[in-house]
């Protein structure tokens, strides 16, 4: 399978935790994005990168959550002390340069207890 | 307000019967227009792209007025595995902005 894949795809967290998501693009895609979704809303832009460099960052992207791509491949998304309203998809997509199509992974959905 | 906007439905539909929504974008410098399909808890993956030509994909029909920012989607001859959500995409450079989304049902 060469698209893009994303874990875990499930977790489940208490109150003030911390959590990292993986995702990892298609791999001749150089640009990666992050979105979140809620229940009954479209997913919505949070951050994105080009290569390693994070060119970026929606506003709803608070100091608690911080995106990295080290190498320029895959990316992980931590979220510190999480709360309630964090609980959402995850969702990461990938495109090549230029490309306005992407292509999204399966998600992970996080669970704020 | 938000930059896409979409009729939510729910259009609950017989088989075979044809159902058409749309949606409205408020930025005029939009690039490129897309429907992508979500089924229950599951990521967004692309139906198609949308041009000003208008575009068939299948039973499938996209269409775009720049002028008036609106984009539809007609589907013709409903099938039970068109029961999805359908969102509406805007592209602006490399940032996406997506509806709500439209709920489709599909009966037998």
């Known amino acids: 399978d060469t698209g893009v894949s994303q874990n875990p795809r499930h977790k489940i967290t208490k109150r003030g935790q911390n959590v990292t998501f993986r995702c990892d693009p298609i791999?001749?895609?150089?640009?990666l994005y992050w979105y979140r979704q809620t229940l009954g809303q479209g997913p919505e832009f949070l951050t994105y990168?080009?290569?390693?460099?994070?060119?970026?960052k929606s506003r709803l992207l608070s100091d608690r959550f911080s995106a990295e791509r080290p190498k320029g491949s895959f990316s992980t998304l931590e979220i510190q002390r999480t709360e309630q309203g964090d609980s959402a998809m995850y969702l990461c997509?990938?495109?090549?340069?230029?490309?306005?199509?992407?292509?999204f992974g399966p998600g992970t959905r996080l669970t704020v207890l | 307000r938000k930059e896409v906007e979409q009729d939510p439905g729910p259009f609950n539909v017989p088989e075979g019967a044809t159902v058409a929504f749309n949606c409205t974008y408020s930025?005029?410098?939009?690039?490129?227009f897309f429907w992508y399909r979500q089924d229950c808890r599951k990521e967004p993956k692309l139906l198609m792209s949308?041009?000003?030509s208008g575009n068939e994909d299948g039973r499938f029909t996209a269409q775009l007025n720049r002028a008036s920012q609106y984009i539809s989607l007609l589907i013709r001859d409903s099938k039970l595995s068109d029961s999805a959500t359908y969102l509406c995409v805007v592209n602006n450079d490399y940032k996406l902005s997506f509806g709500a989304g439209t709920t489709v049902t599909v009966r037998a």
């Open positions: 930025n005029s410098a939009s690039q490129s």
């Open positions: 997509a990938s495109s090549s340069s230029g490309g306005a199509v992407k292509y």
């Open positions: 949308v041009y000003s």
């Open positions: 791999s001749e895609h150089n640009r």
């Open positions: 990168f080009q290569n390693e460099a994070q060119l970026e």
